[in-house]
DNA sequence: CGAATATTGCAACATTTGTTTCAATGATGT
DNA sequence: ACATCATTGAAACAAATGTTGCAATATTCG
């Protein structure tokens, strides 16, 4: 914790009366509590007068104890959330341009995706990797501005594996396709605010049918986040008009790998060779002919 | 910062009454604010009355709103302690735990995204931006994994303006579409290797007809960096076996961002402010009733 | 519909907060 | 020693804190 407190404290110590010496020690050496306790309680502590810590922080040349506390609170919020990975390598770049609206916007997105490392959120990963790796079936679902991540993880299903469907209002196939889940098969479900109403109640009702749900979605306490399924938090804060949706995006993709990483390596083997011989060459896919695999 | 409080209110949260939820949202939102503010501040902030609350405290199990700030404060304190935090935070992952992998594979897009910002790129998204804010028409193009892209780029402008359409094959909304193309209309096509054949060829086409093209690829080489046009180039390579498709998508995302700026700042403030009130509450979006814009 | 219950806003409550005042004490310089 | 000044401790202060009781309003259920 580096607080410019510390360097004015340093500097002037020496010539403080005793008292106030021993109130600035206790600060010095417990500064993580300046914000978190009251002042008379810190003043007990340290094992001096209330009015000696109020005399300190004028003493140190701060309006009122208030100020240095604050001065703290700052310090301690700003432990909680990491620095901005990118912050740093910005391009100088004059600041109302075009170039600089979208460089900001992209830094967003690169650090939002960082942020989805989290402890916590790898675990969930992990624990949804497994789930559906195992499941008979995979409903994924998404309207909307999530409509991009349902469908782009049932595609990274599908170049692997006939187990996922996606329930789109397209056609038939619409979310009436869930009547034929059964117990144990899984529903990858993505949705942040506002969320959609029958998004939602498809969620529950798959969940009460015994399906097994991995969601993505914007906060713990969204209504798509059911308790005893794999919940998988996605920030969506946004300089833009639209909820940033990128890092629901790349949750999805990163699910997808780690699904096949389990699975059949022959299968990845001959994507990937494919892969290379297509791309080796400029070479086209016909609309009609599909990938053999 | 993880909180055994976090966990407690998930589990509750869906049980609360109103003006509870909005609280816990709050806190859920700013755990950080919860030891360093006063409970009136903090109600204060999140819009609700002091006694709701001391009564959410009391709701979830504490003894008092102070005992629910001082977990808070001892994760704080926690996370405060340097090093020791540090270590915690970064655990070493079992390198082939699939923790691990996904880890790696989230960096991976980081790191792309982060890439996306060079000088080159930002000056053609510029240009891109500028030309479809100009734009009589917008069409949209992206198949296979490129089509969660262009479906989204389309989302998006969608909210803002009527003049994007999305070339996708379901309906009789296909490529013929193009065919009421004028010169100076834009055409935004997405994809990568390997290249579908028909995306290609509705590129060229349309260049020769006259149309301004953006394309979002992942090479200069590729077919569809047709001269002439907005070339912006995503990285596609990927330890999974899928080509990496965020970073597109969050070109994508960003470009439309960009546009929306030069845009009628009336409609964005009124989206902004739609959003602002539906996720204040746990609004939903009923299916056949669209946002009024 | 009416009764019963739950939720909410408001106002009062006793505490506790940070600060200030004032007298007592100690140190310093002549 | 005396006067001067800075420092200290204790008490008093207004302001703000967290909580609770109560009436008004919504909601649920028979």
Redesign the interface.
Known sequence: ?TIPFAQTLAARFADLPEQLQVAARWISEN???V??LSMRDQARRAGVQPATMSRLARALGYGGYDALRAQH?D???R???GLA??AQ?R?P?DAN???A???A???E???Q??Y??S??N??A??RA??LIASARRVYCLGQ??S???A??FH??MS??TDRAQLLDG??ATGLDALSHAQPGDVLFVCGV??????V?EASLQAQANGLQIVTVTD???S?L?V?GGC?LISPTE?????????PA???A??L???V??GDDPAV?AR??DL?RQ??AR??????PQKVSI
Request: proline fraction near 5%; hydrophobic fraction near 50%; glycine fraction near 2%.
């Open positions: 914790m500064p993580q509590d914000a978190l609170a310090a301690l919020r432990n909680g959330q990975a990118t390598r391009r770049l341009s075009t170039e609206a979208a460089q916007l992209l830094a997105s690169a650090d995706i960082s989805l490392s402890a916590d790898l675990a990963i992990a990797a497994a909307r501005s409509y991009p991540v469908w782009h595609y990274a170049l692997i397209s056609g605010a506002p969320y959609t109403r029958a939602v906060s713990p306490l209504p986040a308790q919940v946004s300089a833009s008009y639209l909820h940033a949706m990128t995006f790349a949750l993709d990163c997808a790998a780690l096949a990483r990845l994507l990937e892969d297509l791309s400029n070479t086209y896919l016909s609309e």
